[in-house]
């Protein structure tokens, strides 16, 4: 059986993550104009800037700025600086339609900006009309292909229908000055259609995406749903396997006992297995709830070698029988805050699987080191390498090779090395040095 308690920690925290991880399309294309916007206020805070500058450095082929010109220019940076604050520390989601309008009104703006700037400068070549380029891009990303040709359209028309006031005005019209307003619309023209493509491209790419995200989304519920079923159903089985040796081993002892023509010896001898497999069933129902149940770690104080020092003590006993040596070899000593009962018993099973693991004379070592704020232990035995296919096995729950084992001894080890914030697992696996580690996320008290 393959199931760990691990899957069931797991299910809850993986159906969150879905529900946290999964905003719907209009949120995540909200969040998308709102960064466009911001790249748009910035462009226009340095275009401005730029066009402002240049103006007053080349003020005796331009002329002087007027303070008409200066103001206008003023507005227009300090309205994209707000706007550009408001975008970066809104306290709230705007909707898509706000985006949009807001966006209209930039680009409206944009023209009668640049409208009012050649007006004022009165030059056959404005350098204001590089501002007609933001208003083509804003359409291009925001709106969709009509818009865009409608933006390249307006200002192509502001272009030519400025040529022709200004010569109007100051006649004679040049040829040149339109073959490079002329110029000047391609350049927008293909400009305005290149963006609009490329982002026309993203977006449908991004649509693409996003409903294959949303396809893994179901496929991983529906996942979780039929690997939690499936556990259940591995541990119901595994439960009732282990349950039902015992319990029909009661029946037929009591059974057996209970019969009129049963000798008294032979009916004291169905007690005593009863008995027997009474307490191991009572010994499995309670290393089962230690082991589905697992209590919070409750930290105190204790040194670390008095620790290993009470296990190899508790344990020597018992690997006397075999004259097996149990040796703590602790390169440093420093108190820690742990769980004592629960590490206690941890590392009782493993030092005792470790005695069973190994012929006689053999030698088991408890040691323990710092790996920066974990606490590593160390429980080697120099028994014979753990075969692969018990290797693929040790820590599932209800698996043993031991005739009296529940299988849940390792298990349950690992369930409390993890409520420390570790773990626990096989760091080396050789014939003669097979070692279990088990790390423990610790408080050290200095």
């Known amino acids: 059986m393959e199931f760990q308690r691990r899957d069931f920690d797991s299910w809850q925290n993986k159906e969150d993550m879905t529900t946290k991880t999964a905003p719907s399309r209009e949120s995540d294309s909200v969040e998308d104009l ?6 748009f206020s910035v462009i226009t ?7 402002l500058l240049l103006h007053v450095l080349f003020s005796s082929v331009l002329g002087r700025p007027s303070l008409a010109v200066v103001l206008l220019l003023g507005l227009a940076l300090l309205f994209s600086a707000v706007e550009l604050i408001w975008l970066r520390t809104r306290s709230q989601t705007v909707t898509e339609r706000a985006v949009k309008l807001e966006s209209c009104f930039l680009i409206a703006a944009a023209f009668a900006l640049t409208a009012l700037l050649t007006y004022i400068t009165n030059r056959d070549e404005s350098p204001y009309f590089v501002l007609l380029a933001i208003p083509i891009l804003q359409c291009a990303y925001v709106f969709g292909l009509f818009p ?9 028309g502001m272009i030519f229908l400025w040529l022709w006031h200004y010569f109007l005005l100051h006649p004679p019209a040049r040829v040149s000055q339109y073959l490079e307003g002329g110029m000047l619309s391609v350049i927008y023209m293909q400009m305005g259609l290149l963006v609009w493509f490329l982002v026309d491209r993203l977006k449908a790419n991004q649509i693409k995406l996003s409903a294959t995200l949303t396809d893994l989304r179901a496929t991983r519920e529906r996942l979780i749903s039929e690997e939690k079923l499936a556990a259940v159903g591995r541990l119901a089985s595994g439960i009732a396997h282990e349950i039902r040796n015992p319990v029909a081993m009661i029946s037929s002892s009591l059974s057996t006992a209970a019969h009129p023509q049963t000798e008294v010896a032979v009916r004291e001898e169905m007690f005593a297995i009863a008995t027997q497999e009474s307490k191991r069933l009572e010994h499995l129902t309670a290393d089962f709830l230690t082991y589905a149940r697992p209590l919070l770690p409750n930290r105190s104080p204790v040194s670390i070698r008095d620790l290993l020092t009470y296990v190899a003590s508790v344990t020597k006993s018992h690997a006397a029988k075999r004259s097996i040596t149990i040796s703590c070899e602790l390169s440093e000593e420093f108190p820690i805050e742990i769980d004592v009962s629960q590490v206690e018993g941890a590392l009782l099973n493993l030092v005792l ?6 012929e006689e004379g053999g030698v088991v070592k408890l040691n323990a080191a710092r790996e920066g704020n974990l606490l590593r232990i160390d429980v080697q035995n120099s028994g014979p390498q753990i075969p692969a296919p018990v290797l693929d096995r040790i820590f599932e729950p209800f698996f043993t090779t031991k005739p009296a084992g529940t299988g849940l001894g390792l298990a349950i080890a690992r369930g409390a090395a993890r409520a420390h914030g570790g773990d626990l697992s096989l760091r080396n696996n050789e ?12 408080s050290t008290i200095e």
């Open 431 to 442: 014939d003669g040095c097979v070692t279990f580690s088990m790390t423990l996320k610790q």
């Open 353 to 358: 699987n470790a005695i069973d693991a190994i």
């Open 34 to 39: 709102c960064r466009q916007k911001s790249v």
């Open 45 to 51: 805070v340095l275009v401005v800037a730029v066009l």
């Open 148 to 156: 865009t040709i409608l933006s390249i359209v307006a200002a192509d």
